[in-house]
């Protein structure tokens, strides 16, 4: 069974940090795309960045880009968003994503409060 569990959300000011891991198990870690997304209340979830499976490259989004970095532990089947000079605009559900075997598999999300 594919469990994707996400931890290291809270509160914090702006201008702080925060470092949230997603915990894989139930499928080759290694051989997969982790990605991180966010919902914010009354909005769409949105792609926040992505790390791949082969030779480490990510992605981020513009309004992250510079902030956030995602990296991955193999060993741990673990996967990190650090979080710093965090804006009231960062403050959402976070959650972690595989796509594995044609479905989409999400944690239940840690929440990132900024406080302005």
């Known amino acids: 069974e594919v469990q994707l569990v996400e931890s290291g959300g809270g509160l914090v000011q702006a201008g702080g940090s925060l470092r949230l891991s997603c915990a894989a198990s139930?499928?080759?870690?290694?051989?997969?795309?982790i990605g991180w997304f966010r919902q914010a209340p009354g909005k769409e979830r949105e792609g926040v960045s992505c790390?791949?499976?082969?030779?480490?490259?990510?992605y981020y989004a513009d309004s992250v880009k510079g902030r956030f970095t995602i990296s991955r532990d193999n060993a741990k089947n673990t996967v990190y968003l650090q979080m710093n000079s965090l804006k009231p605009e960062d403050t959402a559900v976070y959650y972690c994503?595989?796509?594995?075997?044609?479905?989409?598999?999400w944690g239940q999300g840690t929440q990132v409060t900024v406080s302005s």
């Open positions: 790390i791949s499976s082969s030779d480490g490259s990510t």
């Open positions: 994503n595989v796509h594995y075997w044609y479905t989409d598999y």
């Open positions: 139930g499928f080759t870690f290694d051989d997969h795309a």
